[in-house]
Nanobody, 134 residues
């Protein structure tokens, strides 16, 4: 069973940076075929997909996806050797405050995963809190 564990959350001042990590284990097939993404949910708001990344084994196009709200500030990357996906978050704003989750889908496009299309997500992590405040 695929398991995802997030880490790296915390309290940061506006304008600061954090790097989140999502460590995956228990793949039932090659990790190259999994698309992995980051989502967040603030109190009273719906969960939203903010960034997703696939491997070239899935599609030669659009290996990454970013929501407009984070484009230019956040960068997603993956290290298949370590089965880990990272989210580098720069220029953080108070409105970035939320619980951040990672999720994975098998042979799923970045678009389908990040918009949470039905059946796209196979597993969720437990979440890590990010608070941006002075």
């Amino acid at each position: 069973q695929l398991q995802l564990v997030e880490s790296g959350g915390g309290l940061v001042q506006p304008g600061g940076s954090l790097r989140l990590s999502c460590a995956a284990s228990g793949f039932t097939s090659s990790s190259d075929y999994y698309t992995i993404g980051w989502f967040r949910q603030a109190p009273g708001k719906e969960r939203e997909g903010i960034s997703c990344i696939s491997d070239s084994m899935i599609s030669s196009d659009a290996n990454t996806y970013y929501a407009d709200s984070v484009k230019g500030r956040f960068t997603i990357s993956r290290n298949n050797a370590k089965n880990t996906v990272y989210l580098q978050m720069n220029s953080l704003k108070p409105e970035d405050t939320a619980t951040y989750y990672c999720a994975a889908g098998w042979i799923t496009t970045v678009q389908a995963l990040c918009v949470m299309s039905p059946g796209a997500i196979d597993s969720w992590g437990q979440g890590t809190q990010v608070t941006v405040s002075s």
